[in-house]
């Protein structure tokens, strides 16, 4: 790989090459024969699921073919092969190796899925769907939101919720993981409590900066979405007792698509020409 350009070689080292331990456990970064490599170990995995049964030696040469073929930058994966690609991650995580998905944006579930597959680094198409989602069931009058001090990860990996009668405060701790974050959207809108006073605790969030494990993707801790909540928790507040309208939907899928971590991820949003709301959907990012 001697032939590539300096801006060649900063992009993979930027955005392909990965931290590994060798042999004699030294800490080094990826090589571009590392990362074929680690391309062909994904591709072997999937293809011997597929078969059920180990590749025979024909199969192993084809492989062989590939490997070859992208070494030479003949052909080339998708980026986000070349960089998860082999990883365990990556077969635990799949949606993590798709460029994009499509869903509608009906249900809380769908919002779930839709923050889940950004977290994944999956670009999400969504229709917004009226009838099913709506606004709180008391308005919340008082939000505080607990910031991060944390100096290093290692913070509980899951959601705690509670909820004191007397005083009517709903209180969420969010955890330090994907799956957290992706639940803990859920739970916003799921509302269950009539609650008077909420409380978001963002205290065991990693800090900015921080490798995501597995990932490697870095951290942006607890800023972004400490920016995007209060904004969706207002939208909630402007529609107690009453469905959230396309534009509603719309804009908490946006929001949520700011709070990600360095690898970011892409939507699009699409309604009918003349269906409700598609007039202030054709208009919505005027003057922004």
Avoid at 13 to 39: A, C, F, P
Avoid at 72 to 78: G, Q, R, T
Avoid at 216 to 223: A, I, P
Wanted: aromatic share 8%; net charge positive; hydrophobic share 40%.
């Amino acid at each position: 790989m001697n032939h590539r350009t300096t801006r060649g070689q900063i992009t993979f080292l930027s955005r392909y090459s990965r931290q590994i331990t060798d042999e004699h456990g030294n800490k080094r970064m990826e090589t571009w024969n590392d990362v074929v490599n680690r391309v062909v170990v994904q591709q072997t995995r999937l293809w011997e699921r597929a078969l059920k049964r180990p590749l025979n030696d024909i199969e192993k040469e084809e492989l062989e073919d590939m490997r070859q073929h992208i070494y030479d930058l003949k052909i080339v994966p998708a980026g986000r092969t070349l960089w998860l690609g082999g990883t365990d991650l990556a077969m635990k995580r799949e949606s993590s190796q798709y460029n994009c998905a499509a869903t509608v944006a009906e249900t809380l579930y769908d919002i779930v899925d839709i923050f889940w597959l950004l977290l994944q680094g999956c670009g999400v198409g969504f229709r917004p769907v009226v009838g099913t989602l709506n606004g709180f069931k008391k308005k919340i009058e008082t939000l505080r939101i607990v910031r991060s001090k944390r100096t290093n990860k290692g913070g509980y990996e899951h959601n705690v919720e509670t909820f004191d009668v007397e005083s009517k405060t709903w209180t969420i701790k969010l955890g330090d993981s994907a799956e957290a974050w992706a639940k803990f959207i859920g739970k916003i809108l799921a509302h269950k409590y009539k609650a008077k006073h909420l409380v978001l605790d963002f205290t065991e969030i990693r800090p900015a900066g921080t490798i995501l494990s597995g990932y490697g993707w870095r951290s942006s801790g607890d800023e972004q979405i400490v920016n995007a909540i209060p904004k969706i928790i207002n939208i909630l507040n402007m529609r107690v007792d009453q469905m959230l309208t396309r534009i509603d939907i719309l804009d908490i899928c946006n929001l949520l698509g700011t709070v990600l971590s360095s690898r970011r991820s892409a939507e699009i949003c699409v309604m009918e020409y003349g269906e409700d709301e598609w007039e202030a959907f054709a208009k919505v990012k005027k003057n922004f």
